[in-house]
């Protein structure tokens, strides 16, 4: 089956740096990454996703990257702001008329200082 | 729209007891599944549903029962608990754009 890894694990950042998580997948057939953010006590909240026919894709703050020949994507966030903290997960699936069988990785833990 | 929404919040069980936490959802949504959290471990597969009468094992079945008798209601049971079992457990429905919803979670200990 699928197997995601998703580095670093903790990631401290200065309040208007620029924050970059890391995943990479094993199932060359993968083709939706959705990227999730989940506050303590809180509900997992889709914040963007990509599809593996773009390479790169962007919402405000917000960029996430495919590398499909590598298996990487990655979350790029800009202007990091302490709102942002949170735990982020990425996510791998293949998409079918089945459903969506998401397979996520361990988690990254954000902390952005004043 | 209530969205997704999962009963009970929190539960303790005992060692052998069993269960079932609720989920329901009011969007129509064909495609429901079940989520395990863990610590360090991110969420895990249990069941998931295409539709109404049709489910199917996820990553960690073991020890969990569903079924799917109405588009609105995806019930998970425990059916003899373990201590493996702690975690938090999320339901999801996913809109046409593959896109998952959420519910609250459901905070199980189990002594």
């Known amino acids: 089956g699928e197997n995601v890894e998703q580095h670093p694990s903790t990631l401290s950042v200065q309040e208007g740096d620029s924050a970059v998580i890391k995943c990479t997948y094993s199932?060359?057939?993968?083709?939706?990454f959705p990227w999730y953010k989940q506050e303590l006590g809180k509900r997992p909240q889709l914040i963007i996703d990509i599809r593996s026919n773009v390479g790169e894709k962007k919402d405000q703050r917000i960029a996430v990257t495919l590398n499909k020949t590598a298996k990487h994507f990655s979350l790029h966030i800009t202007e990091t702001q302490p709102e942002d903290s949170a735990v982020y997960f990425c996510a791998a699936s293949i998409l079918t008329g089945g459903g969506n069988k998401l397979t996520f990785g361990t988690g990254t833990q954000l902390k952005v200082e004043l | 729209n209530a969205g997704v929404t999962q009963t009970p919040k929190f539960q303790v069980l005992k060692t052998g007891q069993s269960m079932t936490l609720q989920c329901a959802q009011d969007?129509?949504?064909?495609?429901m599944s079940w989520y395990r959290q863990d610590p360090g471990m991110g969420l895990r597969l249990i069941h998931y549903s295409v539709g109404a009468g049709i489910t199917d094992q996820g990553e960690v079945p073991n020890g969990y029962n569903v079924s799917r008798s109405t588009t609105e209601d995806f019930p998970l049971r425990l059916l003899s608990a373990a201590p493996s079992q702690t975690s938090v457990y999320f339901c999801?429905?996913?809109?046409?754009?593959?896109?998952?919803?959420f519910g609250p979670g459901t905070r199980l200990t189990v002594t």
């Open positions: 969007m129509n949504h064909e495609y």
């Open positions: 999801a429905s996913m809109d046409s754009s593959y896109e998952q919803y």
């Open positions: 199932d060359s057939a993968s083709n939706y």
